[in-house]
């Protein structure tokens, strides 16, 4: 188990049809983006259930180009969760307009609606909100905010696909939303991202934004340069692929999903993971377990490095925005928002993929209780 095989955090799931479809485009003489990249698209769309998709290189220039193409920048607001993975409302910064984070549910990680809500002002343009770990956001109670107060709702679901709430997958509540198709995500292609929307000047603009194609031609004018934002054919043929066997990927890690409930029990105090009652369907992003309150923030990382001593890969889930010494200069400090730091201190993001054996499993989770009780304050973890 430790005889030099660590065990990764992530590790993409990749079959013979992945292979032979990159292959198919290396033999070919298109290999920038073109027409896989359109079939990607329109794959994707029809998989969420949107009109447009438009796939873009990361989830953070995705995020850029789209704020872009609602005109939002300096002087206007956005308000978001500092809470996440891929952090994606690094791109509110980036676009000129100013970050407004709010506080998050302590259950769900995602934003907490009641919460957003305050944060309104008359410069606030959209509300920017995150399926959080796989765990769909408030979307009844965000959505009649932003209809009522007549702000867009942008839907970050860079750490969710195939979950669903009240009946409908992820990706269909906000005015567009974004998936992230990049390391440790369930669908995989390298670098890349999608917006998918029913908006269809939207796709339009977007389009224009993202990049000029080969085929194109060379006397191309436009009223905005394009920032060369696309995905390569070589990037949408693997996630193609992957998109055809998602569910088969999906099945996998909710395999791994029910070893991982099992060999947690033999931790005491254990909490199942939260579920809220509107959730109709869930895939985890990462296997995320939350130390108790005793545990502080050093404490976790002494976890984390003991893990890594075992050949286990295991990483903070966040550190949450605001906290982050870029932010400081929109005014933001350590103890603005006590249940983002309170959950963000204590969460561990531990191996997640459908690679992993029963046996893997259980080492993990006894490496993870061992160095609990390593750092001296027991061996209490809730999922």
């Not at 997958?169 to 991202?193: H, R």
């Not at 000029?212 to 193609?240: E, F, K, V």
């Not at 199942?272 to 009652?277: D, E, Q, R, V």
Request: proline share 5%; charged share 20%; with cysteine.
């Amino acid at each position: 188990m430790t005889g030099g095989n660590t065990i990764f955090l992530s590790d993409p799931d990749m079959s013979q049809a992945e292979i032979d479809a990159v292959s198919a485009v290396i033999a070919s003489p298109h290999l920038s983006g073109g027409r896989i990249v359109e079939s990607f698209e329109q794959a994707f769309a029809a998989y969420v259930g949107r009109a447009h998709a438009v796939a873009l290189a990361s989830g953070t220039i995705g995020m850029l180009l789209c704020l872009k193409a609602y005109g939002i920048g300096p002087g206007d607001e956005v308000i978001a969760s500092s809470y996440s993975w891929h952090q994606i409302a690094h791109a509110i910064a980036l676009a000129g307009a100013k970050p407004v984070f709010s506080e998050i549910d302590y259950w769900t990680g995602s934003l907490a609606a009641e919460k957003a809500v305050e944060k309104i002002t008359p410069r606030t343009r959209a509300i920017l909100a995150a399926n959080t770990n796989g765990h769909p956001a408030q979307w009844e109670p965000l959505r009649a905010i932003a209809e009522r107060r007549g702000v867009l709702l942008i839907e970050d679901s860079t750490e969710a696909i195939g979950s669903a709430y009240q009946g409908i997958m992820v990706g269909g509540f906000g005015d567009c939303a974004i998936f992230d198709f990049s390391q440790p995500a369930p669908l995989v292609c390298g670098e890349g991202a999608m917006i998918v929307t029913d908006d269809d000047k939207l796709a339009s603009r977007l389009r224009q934004l993202r990049a000029r194609r080969a085929d194109d031609g060379l006397a191309i004018t436009g009223s905005q340069p394009p920032m060369q934002a696309g995905i390569s054919n070589l990037a949408a043929a693997l996630g193609l692929t992957q998109l055809q066997r998602i569910e088969s990927i999906l099945a996998r890690r909710k395999q791994v999903e029910e070893w991982y409930g099992l060999a947690m029990q033999s931790f005491e105090g254990i909490k199942p993971p939260y579920l809220a009652p509107e959730v109709t369907a869930h895939h985890w992003f990462l296997y995320v377990v939350h130390l108790g309150t005793r545990f502080s923030r050093s404490s976790r990382d002494a976890i984390i490095e003991d893990m890594r001593t075992e050949q286990v890969q295991a990483a903070p889930f966040c550190v949450p925005l605001h906290t982050q010494s870029f932010y400081a200069g929109e005014g933001y400090r350590r103890g603005a928002f006590f249940v983002t730091e309170k959950v963000a201190d204590r969460a561990i993001a531990l191996p997640f993929h459908g690679h992993l054996s029963p046996e893997q499993i259980g080492f993990i989770v006894k490496s993870a209780k061992d160095a609990s009780i390593n750092v001296g304050a027991g061996s209490a973890i809730y999922l």
